[in-house]
């Protein structure tokens, strides 16, 4: 069903399927990544982690870590026994 939607292909990767994956950002690392958008009226991304950091870039094969800026980083402090 999830498949259909998203109009993905229903077998993994591999020499006998067809189609192989290819890492679209390989300069950049990240960390626990949960989604990934486009900005509209731009060409950059915004990509979120688990950790509560958002990041945004250009969307662009050659692009660096120093050219990710950070946005965001939330954390959450939380007291114990007051």
Known sequence: ?????????????????GWSTANAFPNLTFVDLLWL???????????GGKSGQLWRFTN?????QGQ???????VANTQVGC
């Open 1 to 17: 069903m999830g498949s259909k939607l998203l109009h993905l292909p229903q077998v993994a990767p591999g020499a006998s399927t």
């Open 37 to 47: 958008t486009p900005v509209p009226g731009t060409t950059d991304l915004l990509l």
């Open 60 to 64: 662009d094969f050659s692009a660096t």
């Open 68 to 74: 990710v800026v950070k946005l965001l980083e939330w």
